[in-house]
Structure formats: structure tokens, C-alpha cells
């Protein structure tokens, strides 16, 4: 399984919208096994979305993401957990933790929205003992 | 600013005087009673004031933002490559009405400009920056409902036939039923059937569009449906199919008219029993994606010629669209000409004012085999050569100027425009068969102000009137 984080500044990029480099997390029964680094397609949301999907991307841990968007990333079949912020290592290891709920990891003004979330269909997954 | 404060309490209400009243530094009351957002940060980035104005555009209370690092809290377009405020803490000066946008918590994307300005001590040591920032969304909403009226999505228009077409656009929109489009290459094909998508109850859900010309059949046939593992070689995943990725929403087949005859088949029983078998798979999945079909070709001809199917013409001619060409909405250029220029000055951050009128003849001129996609490049070519100012003759691709060669004398401008508009004159009439009241409608420009024109301009009137000799 294939997880993404934009990143900037080794932190999860502030807007998925407009961010450039992605870091690639590859995991195999709940331990990162391999991270990659890669500049991200500029220009149209439908580019970004295309490239995830081509890269095999399972799951999307990002910044701010604007409605659109996140609709036609999920539209390839790619979870989006959105508002997250955090060192980017720091944020794969809470991940896989079912520690990502955290205050502390959840952007300024997004406490609804991520209790919205686990709530809903985009309920944030456990990595280690859940898929792989 | 965009009101004066008195704190005699003249120009605020009285719930923020009754605020101020408990407030003993006046800065901060300031701050707290202007409708623009401030926020103020430490050299590490880290907000250290946070406005009321602030709370309420960002959505975000001041005691989540303090201390939290900006980008995270304000995370605007500009913070990862463009920010406003790195650039005046590294040089000093102060940055005005730059714009762009911020994502608030419910995935809003509010306009906004920004203004900076470096906060400095006593001692003249810098120890921060401010940014003010003024949400633009009420005037976006006025300015988009001014220019509505001949404006739909990214289409824009004022001739009659494009307003036929933005009269369909809302019904097109309401219901869910097929559309075709056709118009030749480069008429907004594309940006029509957005326009459709995002008027209609299924906006929120993906627009998918796919290119039939672009894909050889076996491609095409697996791009459209998917395929489950193991269908072929290579095949080592599930991939769902456009079909699947536009469900609930908008499926774009563009160029349907170069889709194969064994490809038809499969199109049309999809488009009537709305169910399709990815490649390898035994079992049927629903499809309940609204199609809207494009093409610029004559389907018609087409059917009669046997190279397209004719009930699946039929299935997709619901509601048909023309879209006519450029040449032929030539009103519209000055229209779209600053559209462009509006829309490349907010994505290039420049401020070109606009094109100089011996450039606007020259676009007049022009027949426009690649219609608005090849005003668009012509436009996005000038913003590359042109850095600010007004677009030039000489940013305009070489085939613009070459008609005009007394352009590059040092004529005036006056002489110059003549020259142009002759040229497209004699162009109008020779193309429309000297019919002058048809080379008047091409141009834009009315019967008697053609014949004006053509006796200022010494344009002899052809011997045969297109129109008599027709009848």
C-alpha cells in the first residue's frame, strides 16, 4: 500500500491545491518499508489526482484541500484525510498508530471537520494490523 | 482601510465599541474594529496576533492560531512558492493588494488580497512582519453577476448565436439527459459541457472527460470501462474504468465521432441498458453518469456515409449544441480578449491594462481556423513577451504582423488601423461572395458602418452584389 503526503519544508504542505513535492510512504504489514521523494504535477487538480492514481497511491494524508478537489481525488478511488499538519515522519507514524486523531495533528479550525470524519465514511484508518 | 475609525464610536457598532470599552491599548482596539484580517508574526512564523476580522474570514478563533505557525492557520495559494510576507521580511518593503486565495476549514476557497509590512522595535531591529488581508468574495459574487449576463462558466459572449446557446445551458443543465455538442475545433467544446456540469445537481460529484481520438481502440476500451487483475498482461490491479470514475457525476466523450464501429456497440449499449463489464470481468456494474458527447465532425453526414452508428447517434442526440466558430462571433473578441487578459494577470501576477487598439484590428483580421483556443495561446504568447503595460504589435505572432507590413514603418496609429481594416474588409467580402450585408454580420459591425467604411477606406464596391447574384 502506497500512502502520499505532499510535503514542504519536511512538514505536510500547508494546501494540497497548489503544493509541489510528494512524498511517497510504501507499506507493508503496518512498518514503512521504503519513502520516496518526487516534484508533484503543477496546473490542473484532474493532473495531481491522474498522477496519484498512476503512482498507486491507496491513501492521501494532506494540508488544507479545497472541496473540488478532494472530490476528484476520491473520485480514483484514493482516501483523503484532510487538515492534517506535522512533521511528515511524525505524521506517517501516528498514522500507522491510529494516533492521527491527535489535537496536535489536526489543523487550526479543524477539530469539526475531523470529528466529521471519523464519524463518516472517511473514518481514519489504523495502519499497523489494518491493511496493507 | 477601508473605513476611518472614530473612537468617538460614529463609525462602529456598538457591539465592537462595547468591546473596546474594556480594551486599554488603542492599537489593539483599532485592530479589533476594521473589517480587514490582521495577523502578526514572530521571526520563527509563529502568529503572535490574530484580529477579529481574522477569526471571521479564516473561520479560525484566535486562541487555535496564536502561537501555531502561519502557512497552517492562513494556508493560502501563495504561502509554499510566493508568500508575501517572506518577501518583505527579506527586502524590506512593504507588499500591496496582492492576490490570491485561502482554503478555510469546509474547503472554501476564499479570494482574497493581501497587503505586508515589516514590525520592527525600538531599536529599529526587525522582530516580525504583519499581514492584512481583505476577503474579496462579495465582490467576486458582483463582479461575476455583472458579467453573467454574457458570461457562463468560461464561456464568454455578446454575439446573438452565442446567446441562443447560453439560453439552452440551464435546461441542458437541469436535466439528465444526454447532450451532443458540436462546433469545429477549438470553439470551448470542453469548457461548455464544465459549464453544464457545474450548472447542474450533480456539480459537486467529478467531472470526468476523455478524448476518444486520443486513445487507439483496445486503450480506449479499457480507459472507458477498466479492467479487473488479470485481464491481460500487465494487468496487476483492478482500475476502474471513466465510466466508474464519473458516477453520480458528468462523463465528457470528446471527439466521439472517431470512436470504431465495434467500440459504437459497446457505447451504445451502455448509454441504453446503464450498465458496462470492465475488461475480464464476469459481472456488470451500473453506470449512472450523465454523458455528454462532443465531436466536430458532421455526425449526420457521418451516419449517411456509414461511419457512425445511427442508433447511437440518435442515443446521443438528445439535446444538441452548436457551437459556431470564432470567425463567426467575431463581436466577441474584444470580449474575450479581456477575459484572458483578466484571467493571465490573476495566474502570471503581472498587470498588463489590456491590448493597444492596432492590435485589437489585427485580431479583427484574423480568421481564426483554432478559434478561442488559438486567441487564448495568441494572448498567453503576448503575457510571455509583454511585461507590462499594453500588448504591442510586435508581441503578436509573426502571421499577425506579416499582413500588415506598414506596421513596422513607424505609421501612426491611425494609418495603421485603416490598413488593418481594409484588409479585413476585402477579406469579409471575398470570403462571403461580396454579400455585404453577410461581410457586415462576420465583422461584427453593422450594414451602413461597413459602407461608411468602406468609402473612407476607398474600398471600391464590387460590381455584383453577392446577394443579387445568389437570388
Redesign the interface.
Known sequence: MIVAMPV?NE?I???F????KLRLAEIEKGFVVSVSEMDFCQGEP?GKALQLEEL?VAVLIC??????V???VT???IQVI??I?GVGTEVIEAWLNGSLDDPSFV????C??RKRCRSGKETVPRGRGGKS | MKRTLRVDGTSMNRKNKKRLDHLENPTEAILESISDGVFTVDLDWRITSFNRAAEEI????RE??LG??C???????M???DCALRQTLKTGKSIINKSCFI???????IPISVSTAVLRDSNNRIVGGAETFRDLSEIEELRKELEGRFQIGDLVSRSQSMQKVFEIIPAAAASATTVLLQGETGTGKELLARAIHDLSPRK???F??VNCGAFPDTLLESELFGYKAGAFTGAS?DK?GRFA??RG?TLFLDEIGEVSSALQVRLLRVLQERVFEPLGSVRSEKSDARIIAATNRNLVSEVKKGNFREDLFYRINVIRIDLPPLKRRKEDIPLMVDHFVARFNRIQQKRISGVAPEVMALLMAHDWPGNVRELENVIERAFVLCSEGRIKPNHLPEEFTARAPALDCGENIKSARHLVEAQAIRDALKRNGNNRLAAARELGIHKSTLFRKMKALGIIPPDTDGRSSRT
Do not use: K
Open positions: 514542504w512538514r504542505a500547508p494546501l491545491d497548489v503544493c509541489q484532474s498507486g494540508g488544507a484541500i479545497s472541496r473540488p478532494q472530490s476528484i473520485a480514483r478511488n484532510p487538515f499538519s489543523m487550526p479550525g479543524c469539526g471537520r | 479564516t473561520g479560525i478563533g487555535e492560531a501555531r505557525t502557512s497552517e492557520v492562513f494556508r493560502s495559494s504561502c509554499e512558492v482554503v478555510d476549514a469546509e474547503g472554501r476557497r459537486n460529484q467529478p470526468i472527460a490491479r476502474p470514475l464519473a457525476g
